[in-house]
Structures are given as C-alpha cells and as structure tokens.
Nanobody, 115 residues
Framework: QVQLVESGGGLVQPGGSLRLSCAAS????????MAWYRQAPGKQRELVAR???????NYADSVKGRFTISRDNAEKTVYLQMNSLKDEDTAVYYC?????????WGEGTLVTVSS
C-alpha cells in the first residue's frame, strides 16, 4: 500500500515557475514508476510526465522543454519542476505510483496560472 501526498501548488503568473512535490509512504518506493497527471476543468485527466524506477523519463508534448520530473528514492519523493508556465497549465495535478498493474493516486494539488 502506498499513500501519496502532493504539495507545492498555488497561483503563479504566466512565465513563472513552481515545483511540485509528492511524498510517498510505505516501502519499496524505488521500484514504482512515478508520474504526474493533471486535470483541467471540463477536461479528462492527462499524463504530464513519468519516471521509471531506472530513471527513464517521458513527457507530454505540451510540456517538453518546460517541465522536469525527478525522484529522490532516499526521501521517497518525486518532483515536478515547472518553468515557463502558461495559462493552459492551470489544472489539478495528481501524483501517481504504479507497479505491477496497480495504481495509487494522491488527492491532487491545484496549480493556477493567471495574471
């Protein structure tokens, strides 16, 4: 069982930066594939970025070059560094842990990009 707690969301102006954190409980964090998803109002949840247990990353086209996902296995934490934020990045961001076909989700943190 894994519990995930996101933090770091808030209000930021276009062009600004935020760093989201996701702290995980439980053992074996290092074997999980970790990801960030987001859901904007009226839209479906979408994958933003993913990092495997080996550190391989992939990103949605819309955030490539602007967002960076990383993980600290000793701290059981995954991060999402978001730079050059745009209005369309406004969404609730969810942390996800996945292993052997089982998904765990955090409750989400709201990111609002607005001037």
């Amino acid at each position: 069982q894994v519990q995930l707690v996101e933090s770091g969301g808030g209000l930021v102006q276009p062009g600004g930066s935020l760093r989201l954190s996701c702290a995980a409980s439980g053992k074996m964090f290092s074997i999980y594939t970790m990801a960030w998803y987001r859901q904007a109002p009226g839209k479906q949840r979408e994958l933003v970025a993913r990092i495997t247990s080996l550190g391989t990353t992939n990103y949605a086209d819309s955030v490539k070059g602007r967002f960076t996902i990383s993980r600290d296995n000793a701290e059981k934490t995954v991060y999402l560094q978001m730079n050059s934020l745009k209005d369309e990045d406004t969404a609730v961001y969810y942390c996800n842990a996945q292993w052997s076909g089982v998904d765990y989700w955090g409750e989400g943190t709201l990111v609002t990009v607005s001037s």
